[in-house]
C-alpha cells in the first residue's frame, strides 16, 4: 500500500507499507520526487531486493561485530582466521555502510593490495571472506546485492604442490629426530594433514585391518571435513612401524617426554630439516608430504576418485586443481586409445575408397 499526498505546509508526503507491514514515509518539495522515491522502493519490495531504511544505515564494522558473533560456533582455529580477514576488511570499509561498498571498490581495494606485494591466495582469501560476509548480509537484508563476485575475484593463484623425490623424502627421514621420523611416514604414506597425524590415537588404527581412520585432529577436536574421516589403507611395512607405537599410550605421536606430540613442533622440525636437504624449497612444510603421497598414487595409475579418497579431498575438483598435471601425459594415451580402435580397419576403408568400392 502507497500513497502521495499534499500536505498543508505544500510539501508532499509519500509513504508506503513493507512486507512486514511496517510503515515509511518521507516528505518531499516536488511531487515527482516523491513519485520516484514510491516507485524504487515498490519495486525493490516486488523484486525481493527491498532493504529497510534502517539497516541501509548498518557500517561494515557493525555488520562484521553481528556476524563473527554468528561464525563463532565454528573451530577456534577457524574464528580466529575469520577475525584476521575482518581486520582488513574493516580497515579498508569498517565505516561505509554495507550499501556503499560496490564492486568497482572492490577491485581497486585487491589490486592495491595487490601492488603492495600480497600473494595471489591471500588475495583471493580475503575476497571470498568479504564476499562471505556481504552475502550473509543480502540474506539478512542488510543489502539488495553481493558486490563481490566471479568479476570481482583475483584468482585463487596457482597451487603450490612441489612434490619430493624418493631420495629427498628419506633423506629428509634420516635427518629427522627420533619422535618426527613417525610423522613424516603418515605424511608421506598415509597423506595425513599435520594436526591429524599429531591427533592421532591407537584406536584409530586398525593393526589387523591394515587401515587408518582419522576422528580427531589435535588435540583431540573435530575433523576439517566429513570426508577426512575417510579410511586409508596402510602397508605391513608402515604396520610394523607403527604396532609399539600403538601400545601403552594415548597418542601415536609423542615426544621425548611421553607428551602428544603438537603440529608447532611438528612444523618446526620441518624448518630444521628442510634446508639440510639438497633441491628443497625454502619453505617446503610438513604439507607437502601429502602432494608426494599423491604422486606415488598417480603413477602406480590410480584414479581421479581413487586419488581423491585417499587424500580425503571433498571433492574431486580439488584433486584435479592440485595434481591434474601429474597424471600421465593425456596426448600419448589419446594417440594410443584412438590407434588401438582403428587398428586394422583403416587400411579396408581406404582399399575400398581406392577401388571405388565394390564393383559388379
Not at 539497516?55 to 563463532?72: L, M, N, S
Not at 613424516?184 to 586398525?206: K, N, W, Y
Request: proline share 7%.
Amino acid at each position: 500500500m502507497a500513497s502521495l499526498k499534499k500536505r498543508p505546509n505544500g510539501k508532499w508526503r509519500a509513504r508506503y507499507r513493507d512486507a512486514a507491514g511496517r510503515e515509511h514515509a518521507r516528505h518531499f518539495e516536488r511531487k515527482v520526487d516523491g513519485q520516484r522515491w514510491l516507485d524504487e522502493e515498490t519495486a525493490s519490495i516486488v523484486t525481493g531486493q527491498y532493504v529497510d531504511p534502517q539497516a541501509r544505515k548498518v557500517t561494515v564494522d557493525e555488520w562484521c561485530d553481528t556476524w563473527i558473533e554468528g561464525y563463532a560456533s565454528n573451530r577456534p582455529s577457524t574464528v580466529r582466521q575469520a577475525r584476521v580477514h575482518l581486520a582488513r576488511i574493516r580497515q579498508e570499509f569498517g565505516p561505509l555502510p554495507l550499501t556503499a561498498v560496490q564492486p568497482s571498490m572492490v577491485r581497486a581495494w585487491l589490486a592495491r593490495l595487490q601492488t603492495e606485494g600480497r600473494a595471489p591466495s591471500y588475495l583471493f582469501a580475503l575476497h571470498s571472506r568479504l564476499s562471505q560476509v556481504m552475502q550473509d548480509a543480502v540474506i539478512d537484508r542488510k543489502v539488495p546485492a553481493n558486490p563481490c563476485s566471479r568479476r570481482t575475484s583475483p584468482g585463487a593463484g596457482k597451487p603450490r604442490a612441489y612434490v619430493a623425490t624418493e631420495a629427498q623424502l628419506w633423506e629428509l627421514y634420516e635427518r629427522a629426530g627420533a619422535p618426527f621420523r613417525p610423522a613424516l611416514l603418515l605424511g608421506a604414506f598415509v597423506g595425513l594433514r599435520t594436526a591429524e597425524a599429531c591427533g592421532l590415537r591407537p584406536e584409530d588404527v586398525d593393526l589387523e585391518g591394515r587401515a587408518i581412520t582419522p576422528a580427531v585432529q589435535y588435540p583431540a577436536a573435530p575433523l576439517k571435513t566429513e570426508m577426512s574421516g575417510e579410511t586409508v589403507p596402510i602397508p605391513d611395512s608402515l604396520v610394523a612401524v607403527l604396532k609399539p607405537l600403538c601400545a601403552d599410550r594415548a597418542h601415536v605421536l609423542v615426544d621425548a617426554d611421553g607428551a602428544q606430540l603438537g603440529p608447532w613442533q611438528v612444523e618446526r622440525e620441518m624448518r630444521r630439516i628442510r634446508g639440510t636437504v639438497p633441491g628443497l624449497p625454502a619453505k617446503f612444510r610438513f604439507h607437502d608430504l601429502r602432494h608426494f603421497y599423491a604422486s606415488l598414487l598417480i603413477a602406480s595409475g590410480a584414479d581421479v576418485k581413487v586419488v581423491q579418497h585417499r587424500l580425503r579431498h571433498a571433492s574431486a575438483k580439488t584433486t584435479l586443481d592440485t595434481y591434474g598435471h601429474l597424471w600421465p601425459d593425456s596426448d600419448e594415451s589419446t594417440r594410443t586409445a584412438v590407434e588401438r580402435a582403428m587398428n586394422g580397419k583403416i587400411v579396408s576403408l581406404a582399399d575400398s575408397v581406392r577401388t571405388g568400392g565394390d564393383q559388379e
